[in-house]
C-alpha cells in the first residue's frame, strides 16, 4: 500500500531533550516535506525537500533541522526542543516537482508534547 | 507575502443540501491549488488538485473551480452526507515551491 509512515504518533519529552520524528514513504516520491499544525494557526510548512540532499526553509524553520540522505526518509530533528514545540506534526510527499498534477499524500500525524 | 484564507471558519448545514467552500488567496503565482479533508485526529486526504492553467476539476460530488486572476476557489459539494463532516482545508503551491494552506472550514452535516 501507498502511503507516508511518521514515527512516533505520540511523544511527551521534557526541554531540551533531543528527538527525531521519522517520516518514510515508499512512492519513490522526490518531494517530502514537513508541517506543524497549531489550533487557530493551522498547517504551516517547516521544511521541504526536492529531492535527496537538497533541502529549504519554509515558513517556521526555527528551532528544527532536516535532512535527506535518501529518497524514501525525510526525518524532522529537534535538537533541543521547547515548550512552544508542542504541536500535531505532519509529514508529506509527493512525486515530481509538485508542478503539476501532482498530489501530496500525508502521514498520520506524531502529536508531540514538550514539558 | 501568499496569505490563503477560508471563510467560514465553520459551517452547518442539513442533509441533502448542496453547499459551497470558499478559499482566497493574495498572489496569483501559484502552481497548483489543493482542496484536502481531514477528520478529527486525522491526517490529511486529497480530494481535488486544480492546476494553474485549469478551471475546475470535478469527482463524484465534489467539484473544485479556480479563479485565478481573481485569487479565488470553491469547492461545490453536492447532496450532503453526514460522512461529509469534517474540516476541508485549501493550499496552494507558491512559484517559491512552498506550500501555504488555509486555516480551514469546519463542516457540520446535520442528519
Known amino acids: 500500500e501507498a502511503q507516508v509512515t511518521q514515527n512516533p504518533r505520540y511523544l511527551i519529552t521534557v526541554t531540551g531533550k533531543k528527538l527525531t520524528v521519522t517520516c518514510s514513504q515508499n512512492?519513490?516520491?522526490?518531494?517530502m516535506s514537513w508541517y506543524r499544525q497549531d489550533p487557530g494557526l493551522g498547517l504551516r510548512q517547516i521544511y521541504y525537500?526536492?529531492?535527496?540532499?537538497?533541502?529549504d526553509k519554509g515558513d517556521v524553520p526555527e528551532g528544527y533541522k532536516v535532512s535527506r540522505k535518501e529518497k524514501r526518509n525525510f526525518p524532522l530533528i529537534l535538537e533541543s526542543p521547547s515548550p512552544n514545540q508542542t504541536s500535531l506534526y505532519f509529514c508529506?510527499?509527493?512525486?515530481?516537482?509538485?508542478?503539476?498534477?501532482?498530489?501530496?499524500?500525508f502521514g498520520a500525524g506524531s502529536r508531540l508534547t514538550v514539558l | 507575502k501568499q496569505e490563503v484564507t477560508q471563510i467560514p471558519a465553520a459551517l452547518s448545514v442539513p442533509e441533502g443540501e448542496n453547499l459551497v467552500l470558499n478559499c482566497s488567496f493574495t498572489?496569483?503565482?501559484?502552481?497548483?491549488l489543493q482542496w484536502f479533508r481531514q477528520d478529527p485526529g486525522k491526517g490529511l486526504t486529497s480530494l481535488l488538485l486544480?492546476?494553474?492553467?485549469?478551471r475546475e476539476q470535478t469527482s463524484g460530488r465534489l467539484n473544485a473551480s479556480l479563479d485565478k486572476s481573481s485569487g479565488r476557489s470553491t469547492l461545490y459539494i453536492a447532496a450532503s452526507q453526514p460522512g461529509d463532516s469534517a474540516t476541508y482545508l485549501c493550499?496552494?503551491?507558491?512559484?517559491?515551491?512552498?506550500?501555504?494552506f488555509g486555516k480551514g472550514t469546519r463542516l457540520h452535516i446535520l442528519p
Open positions: 508529506a510527499s509527493s512525486s515530481g516537482r509538485l508542478m503539476g498534477a501532482n498530489v501530496l499524500t
Open positions: 512512492m519513490n516520491h522526490e518531494y
Open positions: 525537500s526536492m529531492n535527496v540532499e537538497v533541502t
Open positions: 498572489d496569483s503565482a501559484i502552481y497548483n
Open positions: 486544480i492546476q494553474s492553467s485549469q
Open positions: 493550499a496552494v503551491l507558491n512559484r517559491d515551491d512552498k506550500i501555504i
